[in-house]
T-cell receptor, first 113, second 114 residues
């Protein structure tokens, strides 16, 4: 079965600095990979996905993620963090061979002014 | 407006009292799913449905039931709730097209079982 690891519970960055939220995955076949964001008292919102093609995927709010097959990683990045980016971020994976989803435990991003 | 709705948003109940959390989507999505969110564990899938009358177990199905009689609705049923089912529950839906699997999430239902 597939699995996802987000090795950092918490990431702190200063506003204007680049940010990275890490994600590694394990699947038996080819992965579909996703990033979602959760703001306080809200449901999850889709940010971006990797299905196939270019390893660098661009998404909402200036976020991007790089798919690295050899390292089985899909790290989320943004060149310049905003205070409003502070939220809980989830990486998710689905094996193309089956239909269930696996989410990571989440990483809380705090951007300080 | 395209959305997933859940009711109720907050529920406090007692052990053993049957309850149902409703979920409805207005996007004509084939795929629907229920998750529970617990601190440090992220989201864990309870059940999912690929279409009407087709449901499958996720990671943590014990103690839960679902049904998919209509495409738009996917209720979650707790026949005999227990305190370990206290959690934040999310319903989600998506299309089933190659590559189009991003999910739309409801606002969540916070359940407390005493």
């Amino acid at each position: 079965a597939q699995s996802v690891a987000q090795p950092e519970d918490q990431v702190n960055v200063a506003e204007g600095n680049p940010l990275t939220v890490k994600c590694t995955y394990s699947v038996s076949g080819n992965p579909y990979l996703f990033w979602y964001v959760q703001y306080p008292n809200r449901g999850l919102q889709f940010l971006l996905k990797y299905i196939t093609g270019d390893n660098l995927v661009k998404g909402s709010y200036g976020f991007e993620a790089e798919f690295n097959k050899s390292q089985t990683s899909f790290h989320l990045k943004k060149p310049s963090a905003l205070v409003s980016d502070s939220a809980l971020y989830f990486c998710a994976v689905r094996d193309q061979e089956n239909n269930d989803m696996r989410f990571g435990a989440g990483t809380r991003l705090t951007v300080k002014p | 407006e395209a959305q997933v709705t859940q009711n109720p948003r907050y529920l406090i109940t007692v052990t053993g009292k049957k309850l149902t959390v409703t979920c409805s989507q207005n996007m004509n999505h084939e795929y629907m799913s229920w998750y529970r969110q617990d601190p440090g564990l992220g989201l864990r899938q309870i059940y999912y449905s690929m279409n009407v009358e087709v449901t499958d177990k996720g990671d943590v199905p014990e103690g839960y039931k679902v049904s998919r009689k209509e495409k738009r609705n996917f209720p979650l049923i707790l026949e005999s709730p227990s305190p370990n089912q206290t959690s934040l529950y999310f319903c989600a839906s998506s299309l089933i097209l190659a590559g189009s699997y991003e999910q739309y999430f409801g606002p969540g239902t916070r359940l407390t079982v005493t």
